[in-house]
């Protein structure tokens, strides 16, 4: 299944900001799918992940009661909602997929997944 992230933009903190996850695939619901980010010079983390029906998410501690993840797969599409947002949630937002035979315990772990979006860029800045 081939990702495209879009949405990213300049915000001030506290603002709010949509990003999106376009899928290719019809059978996208085949998929947990996963938000990771990446800020200069730091590692790739998880931010949140939500199951293939959507009746699942886990977040990062980090963006608890701040961000919220949904799902439409009548049109393949994930969305992350960023409220409240603050300057170090700066950095590059990857979506991604993973098969739906892995349970929650498994959003965190990037090596659990298969398929990468190239990721948008999200600046909180005043």
């Known amino acids: 299944v081939q990702l495209q992230a879009s949405g990213g933009g300049l915000v001030q903190p506290g603002g709010s900001l949509r990003v999106s996850c376009a899928a290719s695939?019809?059978?996208?619901?085949?998929?947990?799918v996963g938000w990771f980010r990446q800020a200069p010079g730091k590692e790739r983390e998880f931010v949140v992940g939500?199951?293939?029906?959507?009746?699942?998410?886990y977040y990062a501690d980090s963006v608890k009661g701040r961000f919220t993840i949904s799902r439409d797969n009548a049109k393949n599409m994930v969305y992350l909602q960023m409220n409240s947002l603050k300057p170090e949630d700066t950095a590059v937002y990857y979506c991604a997929a993973q098969s739906r035979d892995y349970s929650g315990i498994y959003y965190s772990e990037r090596r659990r997944y298969a398929y990468w979006g190239q990721g948008t860029q999200v600046t909180v800045s005043s």
């Open positions: 939500i199951s293939w029906s959507g009746g699942s998410t």
């Open positions: 695939e019809r059978t996208f619901s085949n998929y947990n």
